[in-house]
């Protein structure tokens, strides 16, 4: 991997700005912002499987019943509230990974974000 200077950074950037039709500090400004939206998409997206995964797993608890033959929309119930935890339980772990950075320090995500389309 190459070292990379302070200007040639600064120049990539600018470049970069400039393929966008943008600022180097316009495009840090709406970088910072863009962490916080994905926060709060993440979070949305966990508040909805936990809405879908609690409804769904509170239907097959009130017709578990073993000895009988277990009618289709039953399967289909239940399929759907393992399908939802198993996407909760990924979520989750999203959210603990980005969560904190991104709220907390959203320049990091900038930053990172910038470094990645540099390297390229």
Sequence with gaps: METLTREDILSRVDALALKLNTTADHLFQILVIQAQIEVFQFTLSWFVLSLAFLLSLRK??????????VPPSQVITTIICVCSGVL?????????????TNLMNPEYYALKEIGQWIGR
């Design 60 to 69: 097959v608890v009130n017709f578990i019943d073993w000895r009988d033959p």
């Design 88 to 100: 909760l339980v990924g979520v989750t772990f999203t959210l603990i990974n980005i969560v904190p």
